[in-house]
């Protein structure tokens, strides 16, 4: 199943994407539905920090940010310090997670961030709940981004 969202911000690319490449960045945006766990020394990302196609840690997704209900095995095809990332793991339900996510300035001091996710679950009737889920998520991150940034209307950029 494919999912894509897209927010235009009115922030810089660069500080939108100092956020999203950081953990206290995702779990901002997925508060309160979910907290991921990450170990320490592992806060922000960088391409000196990932290594295409390893697991860069493992982590506990947690509903309100308390009940696990899935382990992500983390791992990044690429990292683009300019502001972008394709994630390519795997966890316990999800067979397939692939997240593309890119930060591209759009005007001065404005900027439009595009989800992209690609997933496949691990039971295949459970697609529809996966759908609803991940569609449910990531419209949250995306409200979480606008509020945190403010927002451009897309014929304005």
Do not use: K
Not at 12 to 38: F, Q
Not at 66 to 84: I, K, M, Q
Request: glycine share 6%; proline share 6%.
């Amino acid at each position: 199943m494919e999912i894509q969202l897209s927010s235009h911000l009115a922030a810089p690319a660069d500080v939108v994407w100092d956020s999203a490449s950081s953990m206290t960045g995702v779990n901002r945006e997925l508060m309160p539905l979910v907290r991921m766990t990450y170990p320490a020394g592992r806060e922000t990302f960088s391409a000196d920090s990932v290594a295409p196609g390893t697991v860069v840690f493992r982590s506990w997704l947690l509903v309100g940010g308390v009940f696990p209900v899935d382990r992500h095995a983390l791992s990044f095809e690429s990292f683009d310090v300019s502001g972008g990332f394709v994630e390519e793991s795997t966890s316990w339900l999800q067979r397939r997670w692939r997240h593309e996510r890119t930060v591209s300035t759009s005007a001065p001091q404005q900027c439009t961030v595009t989800d992209r996710l690609l997933v496949e679950p691990r039971l295949p009737f459970a697609r529809p709940v996966v759908r609803w889920t991940v569609a449910r998520v990531f419209r949250h991150r995306h409200r979480r981004l606008q509020q945190r940034f403010g927002t451009v209307e897309a014929g304005g950029l």
